[in-house]
């Protein structure tokens, strides 16, 4: 993020959004506020600034953190955009995807086709899946799961 994206995003209220989700991230209570002022925050940003790393993959990150799942994936869905119109992932850092703490976003049933927009079982058919991931039936699937069944 450059300088001039942190300036917009501190101006816009984004010091006190952490603030706020940190919190949340240790009271579940604050959680709805939390996720509240993220979006407002969000959609108040200049798109350019909203789409670009690591804008997206902390929100991202920060909504999954929060059980926001429908808002993770809103923002989901904006990276697949920005890759579909550009035909190339540059903005986005998506290690961040593979956290423990992001486990809930890996296991929810639209996880799959995130990850077949943007291309990535080619890349496990050719190099083999995720650590901690075996691919079934077309589906990454985690080793345990797979292993209790």
């Known amino acids: 993020m450059s300088i001039r994206s942190t300036?917009?995003?501190r101006s816009a209220g984004g010091e006190d959004v952490v603030r706020l989700l940190y919190r949340a991230f240790g009271d579940p209570a604050s959680r709805a506020s939390a996720v509240a002022a993220l979006r407002t925050l969000y959609a108040g940003l200049d798109p350019r600034i909203a789409e670009s790393w690591p804008t997206a993959i902390l929100t991202l990150t920060w909504y999954a953190l929060l059980d926001a799942m429908d808002d993770a994936y809103a923002i989901a869905e904006r990276i697949v955009r920005q890759l579909e119109r550009s035909e190339r992932l540059i903005t986005i850092n998506l290690p961040a995807i593979w956290k423990p703490d992001l486990v809930a976003f890996r296991r929810?049933?639209?996880f799959h086709e995130f990850t077949n927009r943007l291309g990535l079982p080619e890349y496990w058919n050719a190099n083999g899946p995720p650590d901690g991931y075996a691919s079934k039936d077309?589906?990454?699937v985690e080793l345990e799961r797979v292993e209790n069944r």
């Open 7 to 9: 300036d917009t995003v």
């Open 108 to 110: 929810d049933p639209r």
């Open 138 to 140: 077309g589906r990454l």
